[in-house]
């Protein structure tokens, strides 16, 4: 199981939207609808954002979103508040009742 | 409230045994799935092993299949995770985190397993 790809990092002024990549294959991004992200901050454990690719769990901001287009899944942060500066995982079901995270993205609020 | 507090980290030579308990509160247990997911100092995540609601079926990370044993206690409200033939490679922070349709939706604070000699 092949680690998802994302970019080691992102950033953006505060107000400015930002978008973060994840890149799988048509073997786990591609080929199911089971894509989550995760913010971690320091010291912290990861917390739920998005999942099924775009939808959000009670309590997250809707400035975060969730899309996706064929292997490449992505996470929009729209607004940037210096709270939202943390690490991004990606996730996504992998087949064989098994799941493969990307490798995070740090995201620096300038 | 949904709390999931891990237990049983430490330190342990290369070659050894520990387990890993996860006491789970605020919810359902046995309503939901369970999985392990590790994180090595200053890496990302991976992920380690799941289980689901009656226990009847686990997965594992092919990195941890065939020494890593993941079970779980209903009645006690608790998720393990037997860990053998450790390797420095398996030194992480493990969570436990509750499933919620291939997510998971919360996790616990994390508990640390350095394999050293």
């Known amino acids: 199981q092949s680690a998802l790809t994302q970019p080691p990092s992102a950033s953006g002024s505060p107000g400015q939207s930002v978008t973060i990549s994840c890149t799988g294959t048509s073997s786990d991004v591609g080929g199911y609808n089971y894509v989550s992200w995760y913010q971690q901050h320091p010291g912290k454990a990861p917390k739920l954002m998005i999942y099924e690719v775009t939808k959000r769990p009670s309590g997250v901001p809707d400035r975060f979103s969730g899309s996706k287009s064929g292997n490449t899944a992505s996470l929009t942060v729209s607004g940037l508040q210096a709270e939202d500066e943390a690490d991004y995982y990606c996730?996504?079901?992998?087949?064989?009742?098994?799941?493969?995270f990307g490798g995070g993205t740090k995201l620096t609020v300038l | 409230e949904v709390q999931l507090v891990e237990s049983g980290g430490g330190l342990v030579q290369p070659g050894g045994s520990l387990r890993l308990s996860c006491a789970a509160s605020?919810?359902?247990?046995?309503?939901?799935?369970m999985h392990w997911v590790r994180q090595a100092p200053g890496k990302g995540l991976e992920y380690v092993s799941g289980?689901?609601?009656?226990?009847?079926?686990?997965f594992y990370a092919s990195s941890v299949k065939g020494r890593f044993t993941i079970s779980r206690d209903n009645s006690k409200n608790t998720v393990y995770l037997q860990m053998g033939s450790l390797i420095p490679e398996d030194t992480a922070v493990y969570y436990c985190?509750?499933?919620?349709?291939?997510?998971?939706?919360?996790w616990g604070q994390g508990t640390l397993v350095t394999v050293s000699s």
């Open positions: 985190a509750r499933d919620a349709d291939w997510a998971c939706d919360y």
């Open positions: 289980i689901n609601r009656d226990g009847v079926s686990t």
């Open positions: 996730s996504s079901y992998a087949g064989s009742k098994t799941w493969v």
């Open positions: 605020g919810f359902t247990f046995s309503s939901h799935g």
